[in-house]
């Protein structure tokens, strides 16, 4: 089975930058959040009862990349990830009562089901920055994104928390608050990482 890289954070972090920087160095087999191809994601963002539909469309989505980048024999690079969508996004959502608990079961359900018969990722970038930084990433993309710059401080604590049940040896966290979007220096980090256990 082929080794998976997710790269993790809050919307706004630069996550897809980096997984397409990543990608014109190395010859990875990539799979990203796909804003504008999902059904449910511009009606989520206009009428909040489309909100369980567009989480569980987005898990089903995640669980079926990883199954599709498990089979390639490259290593594999996932822009968020099913982890991501599970424990930071609808956490979110179900705080903010986009989702009511009825519905959060649902989704809870789906994703311990699926991270049992799928294994955890091999190795989980997380990428820290300011809400400042965050908020002038948002403000210039043409994305559907329905959290904002606001919920960054809380979708890290739902992070946090999740991140103290990952081993430390499959966990790299880099500060790219002082990055440019072409990331160099995370860049180095990462490829050295990922030759050093890979």
């Given at each position: 089975m082929t080794k998976l890289i997710t790269i993790i954070g809050p919307s706004g972090v630069g996550k897809t930058s980096l997984v397409h920087a990543l990608a014109q160095i190395?010859?990875?087999?990539?799979a990203y959040e796909q804003h504008t191809e999902?059904?449910?994601?511009?009606?989520?963002?206009?009428?909040?009862?489309?909100?369980?539909?567009n989480q569980m469309d987005y898990l089903i989505l995640r669980a079926e990349q990883e199954k599709e980048l498990r089979a390639s024999p490259k290593i594999g690079l996932m822009?968020?990830?099913?982890?991501?969508?599970?424990?930071?996004?609808?956490?979110?959502?179900?705080?903010?009562?986009?989702?009511?608990q009825n519905e959060f079961d649902l989704c809870r359900r789906f994703y311990l089901?699926?991270?049992e018969l799928l294994p955890v990722p091999e190795?989980?970038?997380?990428?820290?920055t300011d809400e400042e930084t965050v908020a002038g990433r948002l403000s210039r993309r043409k994305r559907?994104?329905?959290?904002?710059?606001?919920d960054t401080a809380q979708f890290n604590s739902y992070?946090?928390?999740?991140?103290?049940?990952?081993?430390?040896?499959?966990l790299l966290e880099l500060d790219v608050s002082t990055e440019s979007l072409q990331y160099s220096n995370?860049?180095?980090?990462?490829?050295?990482?990922?030759?050093?256990?890979?």
């Amino acid at each position: 089975m082929t080794k998976l890289i997710t790269i993790i954070g809050p919307s706004g972090v630069g996550k897809t930058s980096l997984v397409h920087a990543l990608a014109q160095i190395e010859n990875f087999a990539t799979a990203y959040e796909q804003h504008t191809e999902r059904p449910f994601q511009q009606l989520a963002k206009q009428d909040p009862k489309y909100i369980f539909a567009n989480q569980m469309d987005y898990l089903i989505l995640r669980a079926e990349q990883e199954k599709e980048l498990r089979a390639s024999p490259k290593i594999g690079l996932m822009d968020g990830g099913l982890d991501l969508d599970f424990h930071g996004f609808t956490r979110l959502f179900l705080s903010r009562n986009l989702l009511n608990q009825n519905e959060f079961d649902l989704c809870r359900r789906f994703y311990l089901l699926t991270r049992e018969l799928l294994p955890v990722p091999e190795l989980i970038v997380r990428l820290k920055t300011d809400e400042e930084t965050v908020a002038g990433r948002l403000s210039r993309r043409k994305r559907i994104n329905i959290a904002n710059a606001d919920d960054t401080a809380q979708f890290n604590s739902y992070l946090d928390e999740w991140l103290t049940s990952i081993p430390s040896q499959q966990l790299l966290e880099l500060d790219v608050s002082t990055e440019s979007l072409q990331y160099s220096n995370s860049m180095n980090i990462i490829l050295d990482t990922i030759r050093q256990k890979f």
